[in-house]
């Protein structure tokens, strides 16, 4: 795109007008007002595909506003429409109208995370009877190494973030009137069944996948919390698909680390 026009699409300079063949100033301005409006609307359509709960969550007139300005400030620098917003939870964040909202931003900052690991390549996972196999050949499984796809992420959140997207989803296991927003959480995110995956987690759950992240043995990465169940974590891992690797030793890459 010619970065003058470019220019005068996301602002209200009227210098392109001269590049516009037309009768009369009025004309330029209509003509030049059917692309801005055209490109204004496409991008406020993938803003809200790609931040369909955001979306919800403020209603049709804010959101359409919000974006606008969004525009505006931040146009985008890719033609695929994808790979745009990645700075709106940060805009929102100082966004003065969504101030009444203070989890907005980091709900926003979570659905981009999902997106953009959505299409990210999909990792070789152990299914469970490989998992079994390699538990039945060892004496002592707490000297094991469980090693978790290398996109696998952990968040923790003031706010019930994780609880409010999932329910914003169809499947009906969560309304939202049961959602105490202002009930913090930590969050899993992992690709898994060719998409992102979103997990809410007990804060001993996040330690032991943050010490499994870490490279640290089975038998180390057991947190100290009374609520800790080892097997319960090791079947969601299995059911979730998330083991990549088990091993007796730590992987090649912490080795020359250490």
Known sequence: MNSHFKSALFSQ????????????LAEKET???????????????AL????PVTHSIVGDDFFRAMARTYIVEHPPSSPI????????ADFIRGFEAANSLPFLADLAALERNLLTLTHEREQDTLTRE????????????????????????LFASPFAIGSLYHAHQSDGKLRLDEVDIYESEYLLICKSFLYAQLHVIRFSEACFLKNLLQHK??????????????GNMLAKLIEWQLISRISNQPPAIYQQEK
Do not use: W
């Open 48 to 51: 809200s595909d790609i931040f």
């Open 31 to 45: 003509r030049l007002n059917i692309y801005r409006n055209n490109v204004f609307v496409s991008l406020i359509e």
């Open 217 to 230: 043995s089975l038998e180390e990465a057991i947190p100290d919390e009374a609520d800790f169940d080892l």
């Open 13 to 24: 300079d009227a210098s392109f007008y001269n590049e516009i063949k037309a009768d009369s």
């Open 130 to 153: 490989e998992v079994a196999t390699v538990f039945a050949k060892v004496e002592d499984p707490s000297t094991l190494y469980i090693n978790l796809p290398s996109s696998t992420q």
């Open 81 to 88: 429409l994808r790979e745009y917003g990645q700075s709106f």
